[in-house]
């Protein structure tokens, strides 16, 4: 298997609009509850969450958030999540592509969660850039990522956090890792 594409994306959001059990699966739930601790209690005035997918987090992060924008490059997902987010007029879901159509903030908070290993590193390099120049100071960056590795993913959860850990604008505020995910908190200097 090669890295996913903007296209494997979709099929699998078309075959089942919960390929990934965001719903269901105990794993997500856990990974979720520590990715809402970790952002805070807010009120955030101006959050983004990348490769938000079909929205089951962005209705948590809702509700700490002035303005939610949350984006992802299958229509199918961006779709679901606009239907998930319909009762938060404050929040919206884009259809685009990272980092070529991020909005250009400043957010005081970015949530990053299990979707930076599926870039390629000039990709992941050029989103790196995109939030350096969006996130606002003092502003967080909350990443998580599943430790397994796959072939889908260019990049490991290991590596994805090691670069963002090199990053000279941030200063770590939090490492969490668990045996299943890595879980960091920047703030930008």
């Given at each position: 298997m090669s890295p996913m594409t903007a296209q494997d994306f979709e099929r699998r959001y078309r075959h089942d609009p919960d390929p990934w059990q965001y719903r269901r699966s105990r794993y997500e739930r856990q990974k979720y509850a520590a990715t809402l601790a970790a952002c805070g209690r807010g009120p955030f005035r101006n959050a983004l969450e990348l490769g938000a997918s079909i929205g089951v987090f962005s209705v948590q992060l809702a509700p700490r958030c002035q303005t939610l924008t949350t984006i992802d490059f299958a229509p199918t997902a961006v779709a679901l999540a606009r239907s998930e987010l319909a009762p938060y007029p404050h929040a919206s879901a884009i259809q685009g592509r990272i980092p070529d159509d991020l909005p250009p903030g400043p957010f005081d908070l970015v949530v990053a969660s299990e979707v930076l290993y599926y870039l390629r590193?000039?990709?992941?390099?050029?989103?790196?850039?995109?939030?350096?120049?969006?996130?606002?100071?003092?502003?967080?960056?909350?990443?998580?990522?599943?430790r397994r590795t796959g072939p889908d993913r260019p990049l490991s959860a290991d590596q994805v956090h090691a670069a963002v850990c090199a990053l000279p604008w941030l200063r770590q505020l939090l490492s969490e890792p668990s045996s299943e995910y890595l879980l960091d908190v920047f703030e930008r200097r």
């Open positions: 590193p000039d990709a992941l390099d050029g989103t790196l850039g995109a939030l350096e120049r969006s996130l606002a100071p003092g502003g967080r960056l909350v990443c998580v990522h599943w």
